[in-house]
Structures are given as structure tokens and as C-alpha cells.
């Protein structure tokens, strides 16, 4: 699986992103795929991730009513849609794939196998 990550730049604060994440070489179909952030200097953290088959969310708590996630399995697609955005989502979002069917490795990062490139998410202030 090869995903690539489109869709970042510079945004004010308030403002809305979405970003993109496409698959080659295989579907999304029995995936879950995550975005995962990582601020210069930072740990890379859980963002949120969507179950394909069942369309289930989950998000990290500080962007629960903020972020939401979709998919496009015609495109092989999965779009984080950021809105109200914040500085402190600065970071460089990464998104990544995973076969896992164990609920408790969803934030987790080792769980991902497939990982595509960052797209840079600059808020300004």
C-alpha cells in the first residue's frame, strides 16, 4: 500500500483545511486509516482515525467537534476536514494504514504498517 498525503498549507486561526490522503496499489476496503501530527520538537500524536468498512471515527480529545473524517472508496480517499483550527495544530499531519482489528491500537503508532508522506498544516495567529 503507498498513500500520499495532500492538502496542507498556511490557514489563519478559525479558519477550515482538508486534507487528503490517497491510496495506490491496493483499497482502503478493510483498513483503518489514521492521521497522525508532529510538531518541530514533538512526540507524533494520534489525530484521529476512520474504520473503512464500518465508517467509524475516533479523534483525540482536543479535536473532538473540530476535525472530521470521511472517505471516498470510489476515489481511495480519506479526507480530514479541519475547521476552527487552532496554532496549536501546527504540524506536519502524516497519514498511515493499518489491518489491525483491535480497537485499543487505533491511536497507536506501531499499529500502522502503511505510512504516507507529511503534508505541513501551518495556523497563523
Known amino acids: 500500500v503507498q498513500l500520499q498525503a495532500f492538502g496542507g498549507g498556511l490557514v489563519q486561526a478559525g479558519g477550515s483545511l482538508r486534507l487528503s490522503c490517497v491510496a495506490s496499489?491496493?483499497?482502503?476496503?478493510?483498513?483503518?486509516v489514521a492521521w497522525f501530527r508532529q510538531a518541530p520538537g514533538k512526540e507524533r500524536d494520534f489525530v484521529g482515525a476512520i474504520k473503512i468498512n464500518a465508517g467509524y471515527t475516533y479523534f483525540r480529545e482536543s479535536v473532538k467537534g473540530r476535525f472530521t473524517l470521511s472517505r471516498d472508496n470510489a476515489k481511495n480517499t480519506v479526507y480530514l476536514q479541519m475547521n476552527s483550527v487552532r496554532p496549536e495544530d501546527t504540524a506536519a499531519y502524516h497519514c498511515?494504514?493499518?489491518?489491525?482489528?483491535?480497537?485499543?491500537?487505533?491511536?497507536?503508532?506501531?499499529?500502522?504498517?502503511?505510512w504516507g508522506q507529511g503534508t505541513q498544516v501551518t495556523v497563523s495567529s
Open positions: 498511515a494504514a493499518s489491518r489491525s482489528e483491535i480497537q485499543s491500537n487505533i491511536p497507536t503508532e506501531t499499529a500502522y504498517a502503511y
Open positions: 496499489g491496493t483499497t482502503f476496503a478493510g483498513y483503518t
